[in-house]
């Protein structure tokens, strides 16, 4: 990770083999574990004893990778991998510093017989998204992503004989079901203060591991749900690192949860009647020093033309983008108004009813200019996610999609008819409309995604829709038992 604090100053980080080397000796690292992202967004990893590096260990890598093991990556018939350690991603676990010291590298993956990387690595997408912005536009892009999740007391679930019994059960001292003296109700816990919000330790905890990996923590704070739901946001970067970040957050946030006897849930949408988790990202595009979002003759919401086209892009693709921000059936549990989630397919400033915001702070600050697309979700793969917003943004500037009129009103009260007469569309409803969506909507993606890997998301997308659709639901009993 880049970054840390030097007197009183962020600066960029940067590590070299050597610098990696001599870390690991005079820390006295008795292992490290070699990290990387299957399609899916998790982090997978082997451990590698300490004394195995050296020089050479970040010019060939390590040949421990069976690939047909991981989903997505390749058939048993072609499964040898090597994993090369990115030495920049170099960071001593926070929570092994007494015993079993470890650090962790995160590796890009190659395939075996020197035919180069793996075109299936999520990291290696993200990659190659950047190195298209700066080679086709001669730009770099910075994100900022705000990670909402659940921190639970405890959960149990059974599903496992589907024929006769599934059933689920959430404790949190915090939720409106509780025991608990001090507990808020349902969409009443936004900015909440102890004891009313038990999470501030475990978040204080999270933040301080996340600095051991060069993460900054811009802010963090409990979110409207009631039953445990916290937000926890971190300072730019460019796209590959944010990434990066974000699935070393997951690590961190599940890790310190284990430590405290909590279980910590990415899932978007845990609880009924409750606000779900987003992922809000926030992004600008940059020449050199100059943000390319930034107008400050734009009375609107100071947005450059550029800018424009950029939300134009997101807006037109934003249909099938769903099925690679929003990725699971449990999204669209999220995506449902009345909840403050995106639904309507629109643009705005300072309005959270839409799924792409113009933040408006403040004023004449260039540094500040930023789209906020407010479509994700934390069970997305963080790689592929920033990779193919980045790519609708950028087919919007190739083609000059206007985004039309901002809408300056609460979408959601606005009359079905008037949102008609205005044009305002919706995002998908379910995982299977999303990625039918990606089916006939991914020309822009091209420039970077494989077809194999849009079929691979929407195969995924069609298998796990089909299976949710399968299964008699509990509250099914409920309203249909007595017909």
Known sequence: MPYK??????????????????????????????????????????????????????????????????????TIEDSDMVLLPDPNTFAILPWTREKNKTARLIADVYTGMGRGRLKRDPRYIAQSAERYLNDKYGMKSL????????????????????YFRQSYEISSNEAPWSNSSYRAGFKDAYYAVPPIDSLESYRNTVSNYLSSFGIIVEAHHHEVAAAGQIEINIYQDTLTNTADSILTLKLVAKTVAAEMGKVATFMPKPIYGDNASGMHTHISLWRGEENAFYDPLDEYAELSQLGRYFVGGLLEHSRSLAAIVAPTTNSYKRLVPGFEAPVYITWSRANRSVIVRIPAYYKRKPGHKRIEYRTPDPSCNPYLAFSAILLAGLDGIDKKIDPGDPIDEDVYKIPPNRRRELGIKELPRSLKEAVEELKSDHEYLKPIYSSDIIDFIVDKGEREYLKLQQIPHPFEFEMYFNL
């Open 143 to 162: 994100w900022g992503p705000e990670l909402e999740f659940f921190v639970f007391d405890g959960v149990k679930w059974d599903t496992m004989n589907p």
């Open 5 to 74: 604090w030097s007197e009183g100053k962020l600066i960029e980080r940067k590590y070299s083999p050597s610098d990696v080397l001599r870390i690991l000796e005079s820390a006295e690292i008795d292992f490290v574990n070699l990290q990387f992202s299957d399609l899916l967004g998790r982090l997978k990893q082997v451990t590698i004893p300490s004394y195995k590096f050296n020089e050479e260990s970040f010019k060939e890598g390590f040949n421990k990778l069976d690939g047909s093991g991981i989903r997505g990556f390749s």
